[in-house]
């Protein structure tokens, strides 16, 4: 077999994509999702590109219908993209298999949903443990205790879900998402279903995850050496001045960012993005 310089070659002789790029948590190249064929095609991902370092809280935002869900799902494995590669932790998960996809998920990933996902029946504790037992790890119950108390409900260990407020329900739901230590988690709406002041309360905890090194890196005793790397999809101003970085969709690309804007700063930007894309496909009509 001939190797050309630069690529690797897979057994079927299909250059193989070049490796990730170090140091990245995510990292997407010329993504695109495409719904349907022919005339009708919707192009809900046009050709996205992302490098995410580790250590970062990036917000998504953008208007109704501009692909955040999509970007979120192809980010994050929960759907394949008919274009592009994705790379999580350095790994490419574009093409691998479900069951691959599955494990990684469980393993290296987490989740922060707006409707908090809490499995009724489990204890709190069981539910933070769950992600360690869905990957076959021991379910560490001094790990639990930690990712519990860095949330602030050491003392709701033996609680269920429903026993909890909408605010505390979702501090479980992150500290849920913070026990494998994974290499990216990813946030839906988090705080979609919250009052302001609970919403502030659970941002803060993700920006503090993300500012604080807890160990020596994903996987290695579940811990970060530099803090976590949250992407978070997000309608709310307000959420996204939190982040590092915000990105704009529009029309299934990045259309703009801003790096740590205000909520007003960034409720422009978007009214702008909304004016502009608005205005394009009035013009389309
Ligand atoms: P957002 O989350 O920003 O509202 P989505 O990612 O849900 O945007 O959708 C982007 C575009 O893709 C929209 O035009 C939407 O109608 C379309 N779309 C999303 N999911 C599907 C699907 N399963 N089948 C067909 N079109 C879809």
């Known amino acids: 077999m001939r190797l050309r310089s630069g690529t690797r070659q897979k057994a079927d002789d299909r250059p193989e994509a070049p490796a990730a790029t170090p140091g990245l948590a995510v990292e997407l190249r010329g993504v695109r999702r495409r719904y349907g064929r022919g005339p009708g095609a919707v192009h809900a991902l046009a050709g996205v590109d992302l490098a995410l370092p580790r250590g970062t809280f990036t917000a998504v935002m953008g208007p109704s219908g ?9 980010a994050a494995g929960l ?8 790379y999580l932790g350095g790994t490419e998960i574009t093409g691998m298999s479900e069951n691959r996809l599955t494990e990684l998920r469980r393993s ?7 409707a908090f996902n809490l499995l009724p ?23 639990a205790a ?8 050491a003392d709701k260990a033996r609680r269920r879900p429903g026993e909890l407020s909408g605010g505390q329900q979702q501090r479980v739901a992150v500290a849920r998402a913070l026990v494998t230590g994974p290499d990216v988690i990813f946030a839906d709406e988090p705080t979609g279903a919250l009052d302001t002041g609970t919403a502030a309360e659970v941002l803060g905890l993700l920006r503090h995850a993300v500012d604080t090194p807890t160990g020596s890196g994903p ?27 915000v990105l704009f969709l529009a029309d299934g690309t990045f259309a703009g960012g801003l790096e740590r804007g205000s909520a007003e700063q960034i409720a ?8 502009r894309t608005g205005a394009m496909a009035g013009a389309a009509a």
């Open 219 to 245: 996987q290695a005793g579940g811990g970060y050496a530099h803090g976590a790397t949250v992407v978070m999809v997000t309608h709310d101003p307000a959420a996204a001045a939190w982040a590092d970085q």
């Open 268 to 275: 422009a930007r978007m009214a702008t993005l909304t004016a």
């Open 108 to 114: 290296r990933l987490g989740f922060v949903f707006q």
């Open 79 to 86: 759907d394949q993209p008919s274009a592009g590669s994705v």
């Open 66 to 74: 501009s692909g955040k869900s999509t970007f979120l799902q192809c």
């Open 146 to 153: 930690e990712v519990l108390a860095r949330v602030g409900l």
């Open 121 to 143: 029946s489990l204890t709190v504790e069981q539910n933070v443990l769950l992600p360690l037992r869905l990957a076959g790890q021991r379910q560490d119950r001094r790990r």
